[in-house]
């Protein structure tokens, strides 16, 4: 596939989120807001594309709506979102209080325990471009204990895969850096690759987006089944730019009380978005940041 | 535990005498509550087994498979298969299995099939009616195991037309797709018996990958039909991996102690269903085609 076919892709998805960021600065904050930001942002700069008017304008309401509140409207949000949107609220030029506050306890909390490093590497970085921590500095999480794991993980439950991308997003640091060598570095990229086409497969999207970007943060990136993943995504994409196939569902999803844009289509979307541009795009990774002064 | 070199045999030998112990089960003509079509099937593939064990030593002579070819020959004289022969050009294979195989044990009798066959196979439309490419396939292989004149064209030419041939995006296959691929390889490999030699090395990688990563997601699945397919398939390639060392040593977990593998559908079976005939209708496959990938691992005498 062509990284023009992704490039589109990812420009449909654009258009989807913008048009989303339009509702939700009518609405009162939520992680929604972050991860709309979120996706908007991937795709940014992922397309390398110039300003636009959806992220500037969700990060600005962003800011107005965290201005004055406490933690309490932010503490159930997830840690590495919450400080991602601080990053790009700040790039894009407007302050953000809460989140700074956040930012420092955390970045405190990290210093204080230098061990809790390795599970919140996400944070760490983000936090050291924000100019609130200096790490990471040492060396990336060693994976050698896992050789004899690798085939254990064949059979993991979804508790245990996420455990592995924790374990494989603090070795590559987000794919940012080069994974060191351990024994049965293959056999786990094989398992990996196994798992991806389980989830996608099996239709769980959101899995297989994420074992995606881990299939190519262990490399190599040139595998027909990670060229087949990125294809099987792009075909789940509705002309809209949402990814999945879900609205057969539409009625159970609001039986459910579920708000299928926001609660499905939009976490699946940023999901995907970013499976495709750091998979797809050259050179692209979410957690490559330049340091910005706060 | 057995020596990764050692399961294979281990689990054919084990699945055979399930097979051996449940034959009845295998006879289309007996009264049953499992479908005279699933039977039919059911013999079919247990009969193309026997053929395949013929060419193993260390198979050919267990007293199960002595038992087994009885039961066979006593079923052949059944008027069905001379009807199935004569007038539906679509029962054909499982005649020609059936031909190929009692006279492989030289059990042939006085209704000799072979020159009414090699005339059905000249004067009808069984070489071109239409079928699924790898169904073809299994036609031309089966027509060549048993020495008989054709004019289907080549594996190669055969081989083309599958849906392995094309590069499939493999987050789409479902498990009929998969088992295209399995039975594919299994007929222009000839169950393992000839190298894959119209294939250039890489596309014999570009298929070894595809068979290993699949046979991951079905051993994931714990679905030991497929997975035990795969690990065929794989030596019909010629090859093996790391990853089919793993395999066998779960087949071998996964099988009971009477040799029974659970098929991937025994789940949905209620518990006041699983009396035999449903156990076997649920798990004769999975066991006797993981008899056949032990056949295809052992060593060949």
Known sequence: MQDADIGKSLSAAQTWLRGLSVVLRQRDFSERSLQCLLGLWISERALESTRSDGLHGLAGVISEQLAPLQEAAISSCDSKLLLLALYIVRKCGYPAYALENYGRKVADALRQDAAAHDDHVGEAIVLARLGLSNYPCGNAVDLSDMRAAAHNLLHSDPEAIRSLYARICAATHFGTQECRWFPGRQQMAFVIRVLLIDALNGYDMSTGAMLLRLAAYLGPTNEAVIRDAQSFLRLQQLSDGRFGQYDLHAEALRDAGLDARLDLYLPLTVSCVWALAETAMPGFRLFSLSPLEL | ?301
Request: aromatic share 10%.
């Open chain 2, 1 to 301: 535990m057995l020596p990764a070199g050692l399961m294979p045999f281990a689990v054919a030998e084990k699945s055979i005498r399930w097979i051996h112990g449940n034959l009845s089960y295998f006879d289309p003509f007996a009264k049953s509550p499992i479908s005279e079509d699933l039977r039919h099937k059911a013999l079919a593939e247990l009969v193309l087994l026997c053929l395949l064990l013929k060419r193993h030593e260390n198979f050919r002579s267990l007293p199960e498979i002595r038992d087994v070819m009885a039961f066979v020959a006593d079923l052949n004289d059944n008027p069905f298969f001379e009807a199935s022969l004569c007038r539906w050009n679509d029962a054909l294979v499982p005649v020609l299995i059936l031909a190929a195989t009692l006279e492989a044990y030289g059990l042939t009798a006085e209704n000799d099939r072979r020159q009414m066959i090699q005339k059905v196979v000249r004067d009808s439309n069984v070489c071109i009616i239409e079928r699924i490419p790898y169904r073809q396939l299994e036609l031309r292989h089966i027509l060549d195991a048993g020495g008989f004149a054709h004019g289907l064209p080549s594996y190669r030419e055969l081989w083309s037309r599958t849906l392995v041939a094309h590069r499939p995006n493999l987050m789409f296959l479902s498990d009929n797709d998969v088992y295209s691929i399995t039975h594919a390889l299994f007929y222009v490999s000839d169950f393992s018996a000839h190298n894959v030699d119209f294939l250039t090395p890489q596309e014999i990688a570009y298929v070894h990958d595809v068979v290993t990563h699949l046979l991951g997601v079905y051993i994931r699945r714990k679905n030991w039909d497929l997975a035990a397919e795969l690990l065929a398939a794989e030596k019909c390639l010629g090859r093996i991996s790391r990853h089919s060392v793993m395999g066998w040593r779960l087949l071998l977990e996964a099988q009971h102690a009477d040799g029974r593998i659970d098929g991937p559908y025994l789940g949905q079976l209620a518990d006041d269903k699983r009396d035999a005939e449903h156990l076997f209708d649920a798990c004769y496959h999975t066991t006797l085609v993981s008899a056949l990938a032990g056949m295809v691992w052992s060593r060949r005498s």
